[in-house]
């Protein structure tokens, strides 16, 4: 099944020369190192110095083969800026929504930023008193970031604080020719 051996034996700086055995053969035992020497311990085995081994990491098999997939394309693929003006919308709109959460604006001051529906959702969290640890204080804005989904949408991922409490927010925003920036979903959590 599987044809993976560990190593036992280092061989440091061994290199083939004419006189020396054929290529493919193994050193002889009492040239090479063992395993059990301090220094061959801490290089071969990471986690006894306290290093996590970083390829046992990438060849994790416990997860399903399409997170995998989808971890491979996040790290291989070329980061694309977001596109022009969106942050600046992103973050004004977001300090907005928390002044909204906050009950520091009215609900209506987010019509022209957001989609009707989701106008009316956060009206309704807001009135029925279910937003998210709302007793801790007052909402902060600590980081927003954009992730694009084509020219003229990205999502976005925003990091916001409540006493000691950090909170998430995530959400999508696409640009409408007509009226501009508009965010069109939004997940609070």
């Known amino acids: 099944m599987n044809d993976f051996q560990p190593i ?6 061994f290199e083939p020369s004419s006189g020396s055995p054929a290529a493919g053969s193994t050193p002889d035992r ?4 063992p395993a059990s020497t301090p220094s ?5 085995n990471p986690a006894a110095c306290g290093r996590v081994d970083r390829p046992s990491l990438r060849a ?3 997860a399903p083969a399409g997170i995998r997939r989808a971890q491979r394309a996040a790290h291989t693929a070329q980061r694309r800026p977001a ?3 969106s942050q600046e919308f992103a973050t004004t709109t977001l300090r907005i929504l928390l002044e909204v959460l906050d009950r520091r604006r009215p609900v209506a001051q987010l019509a022209t930023l957001c989609a009707p529906a989701l106008v ?3 009206g309704t969290l ?3 008193d279910h937003v998210p640890s709302r007793t801790l204080g007052a909402a902060a804005l600590t980081s927003v970031r954009l992730l694009p989904a084509g020219e003229r949408a990205a999502e976005l991922v925003a990091m916001y604080q409540r006493g000691p409490r950090r909170l998430a927010i995530a959400g999508r925003i696409e640009l409408d020719t007509r009226k501009g920036w508009t965010v069109t979903a939004l997940r609070l959590m």
Do not use: H, Q
């Open 126 to 128: 807001v009135a029925g």
């Open 60 to 62: 994790n098999r416990s």
């Open 8 to 13: 036992l034996y280092r061989v440091p700086g």
């Open 40 to 44: 061959a311990t801490r290089s071969e």
């Open 30 to 33: 009492e040239s090479a190192a």
């Open 83 to 85: 596109p022009p003006g």
């Open 120 to 122: 009316r959702a956060i």
